[in-house]
């Protein structure tokens, strides 16, 4: 039975304080074996913390951070197994406790957690971290203190001297020949600029902006920009943009693949990085890619620069012209470096299946242009669900049409009809996958949910929750997107909040070159780490084989705790959509 304990005190300050003093048996020592969300909770939320069951028994206790009297108490859940290992864990349930402030869980048996807040807005700060996350990764500038304080530092990357590798020369671009591409945002860890990345990054990033534009007519991210009248998250995606457009071959319209070095660079400062720089092929993955953003971007961009946005649906179209007498131009890194020099080693990004990005370009140019003829390419039977990744896109155009769906031209209703199906039963799989969750979220039901870049999983089934919220108003689908909030920022297997510089125990040694290069300071912040990856591609010393147990927070490991765009950009989603929704 859970006994509101703490209305008893605000019967008499005398008896509050008296209490405080005398009752000491709830001071234990600070455990990282209580796992939960270490920012906190929303009053109203649903709010669990888990333990493992053998470290667990009884009853547990909420008390004030700085006193230790209780002002809460439950009792424990049964133990929950693991479909994967032999672990299990014991969940501790204080949702009706909604008094604003922070505090700490005790269990008797185990300790005190770390402090954690009640409040509105509770992740407002965070939410605005994760986007200026990509301010600390732009190229060819220098970050300034006044915004980036002991982040500052020098420009890199100017990219305005840049090599037509073999792999891209054309008539009109010989090898050698150099061309400009400046801005952008770091892919990840690394200094390189990859289009298909950029790809899925943007388009979240401009679908947050589409699903809650008021929300970010307020957000002052203290970027350069933040001075000028338009909302700095599209200021922020403005410098990628920017980049992206320059990577188009304007003789033909063809898209380069990536703007790289032949290797990877040391492990030192942007402006220290200064190995030459390639243009490398035209690929039918990056020209859709590019085609799909370029469409989203021309509409919404319309309002604040109706040139760049008139500039960037001439470049949708053109692009997606390229891709129709190009359909299967796929990057083969390996068969390049067979042919050609400088080898090319850094990242691939790969993708031999372009069905998805079709779909996706094609929804945005109908969505932009109001244009049927591209339903051609969206009218094809919609498969099950599949969450979006780097190299699965489709579901970016359905989330884009359903968000679209009063304001088309001729809408395809079968297609609008069984991507809403679709998605709401995927919601609902979600919904009642939390129920036997060991750590009481969506992520983590199955093993599969573990591979690198597992955290952007957890964002991304965020991300369709909201959807199906935005869709259907249930309260259930948000609990479920919070509870992989909750995951992220620390109710997990490994005990982080996955995110630098956000919770008590987080992420200190990531693989990024600016937060390596200068081990004196705390990371750059506002970062989500790839996250458990039982696959350990980098043969670091991991503490477990187990999949939710597969992480480890050294410099080392970039196939569990690397920085990268692609994975920033759902949390930027899933956290500013939650301020967005509870702040109404
Ligand atoms: O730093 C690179 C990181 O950004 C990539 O994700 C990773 C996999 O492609 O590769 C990292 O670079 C490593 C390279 O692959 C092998 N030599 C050591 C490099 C730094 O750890
Ligand atoms: O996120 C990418 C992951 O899905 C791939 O398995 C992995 C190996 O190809 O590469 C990851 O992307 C990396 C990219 O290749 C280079 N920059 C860093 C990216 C994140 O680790």
Same mark, same amino acid.
């Given at each position: 039975m859970r006994k509101k304990l703490y209305l008893l005190f605000i019967l008499s300050a005398g008896f509050l304080s008296s209490c405080h003093r005398s009752n000491l048996n709830y001071n234990f020592p600070e455990t990282e074996a209580i796992r939960l969300n270490q920012i906190g909770y929303y009053p109203e939320s649903k709010k669990f913390a888990a333990i493992s069951a053998h470290e667990a028994t009884g009853t547990f206790y909420l008390t004030k951070a700085d006193e230790n009297t209780p002002v809460y108490e439950g009792d424990l859940s049964e133990a929950v197994s693991s479909d994967y290992s032999d672990k299990k864990t014991k969940l501790a349930d204080f949702s009706a406790f909604t008094q604003k402030g922070e505090y700490r869980l005790v269990i008797p048996s185990a300790g005190k957690s770390y402090p954690f807040k009640i409040e509105d807005g509770i992740f407002e700060e965070l939410a605005k971290g994760s986007i200026k996350a990509f301010y600390y990764n732009r190229a060819s500038s220098p970050l300034l203190e006044q915004h980036a304080g002991i982040w500052a530092r020098e420009a890199g990357h100017p990219d305005d001297q840049v090599k037509i590798h073999a792999s891209a020369? *054309? @008539?009109?671009? #010989? @090898?050698g020949s150099v061309v400009s591409a400046p801005y952008g945002w770091y892919d990840a860890g690394d200094y390189n600029k990859y289009i298909v990345n950029s790809g899925i990054t943007m388009g979240t990033l401009l679908s947050l902006y589409e699903d809650f534009n008021d929300y970010f007519h307020h957000q002052n991210l203290n970027i350069p920009e933040s001075d000028n009248q338009n909302p700095d998250l599209l200021d922020e995606i403005l410098w990628n943009l920017k980049w992206m457009l320059k990577?188009? %071959? #304007?003789? %033909?319209?063809g898209v380069y693949h990536k703007l790289t070095t032949a290797e990877f660079e040391g492990m030192v400062m942007p402006h220290e990085a200064t190995n030459q720089r390639y243009m490398v092929a035209k690929s039918t993955a990056a020209t859709l890619n590019f085609a799909a953003v370029m469409a989203q971007a021309s509409r919404i961009y319309k309002q604040y620069h109706p040139s760049l946005a008139t500039e960037c649906l001439n470049a949708a179209e053109k692009a997606w012209d390229w891709a129709k007498l190009n359909p299967a131009q796929l990057y083969r890194q390996d068969e390049i470096n067979k042919i050609h020099i400088p080898q090319i080693q850094t990242g691939t990004y790969g993708d031999n299946n372009v069905e998805d990005e079709w779909i996706w370009a094609a929804a945005e140019l109908y969505i932009s242009t109001q244009n049927i003829s591209y339903q051609e390419n969206i009218s094809g039977p919609v498969d099950s669900f599949t969450l979006p990744n780097w190299s699965n896109v489709g579901w970016l155009g359905y989330y884009s049409l359903l968000r679209h769906r009063n304001k088309l031209?001729? #809408? #395809?209703k079968d297609v609008l009809d069984k991507a809403k199906n679709q998605l709401l039963n995927q919601a609902d799989v979600y919904v009642e996958s939390v129920k036997n969750s060991r750590f009481h979220s969506v992520m983590g039901k199955n093993a599969s949910d573990f591979n690198w870049g597992s955290n952007s999983n957890a964002a991304n089934q965020g991300i369709l929750l909201i959807q199906a919220y935005l869709l259907s108003d249930k309260q259930e689908y948000l609990e479920a997107a919070l509870s992989n909030l909750d995951y992220i920022l620390g109710r997990n297997a490994t005990g982080y909040s996955f995110i630098t510089g956000y919770g008590s125990k987080t992420p200190l040694y990531p693989h990024h070159r600016p937060s390596e290069a200068e081990p004196d300071k705390a990371p750059v912040p506002g970062f989500l780490v790839g996250g458990p990856n039982p696959g350990q591609q980098d043969n670091c010393d991991y503490p477990s084989n187990i999949p939710d147990e *597969? &992480?480890? %927070? @050294?410099?080392? *490991? &970039?196939? *569990?705790n690397e920085i990268a765009i692609n994975w920033n950009a759902p949390l930027a989603y899933l956290t500013n959509a939650l301020e967005a929704i509870y702040s109404k």
């Open positions: 020369a *054309s @008539e009109q671009r #010989p @090898e990577m188009q %071959d #304007p003789n %033909d319209g031209n001729n #809408p #395809p *597969s &992480y480890i %927070d @050294e410099t080392c *490991s &970039y196939a *569990s």
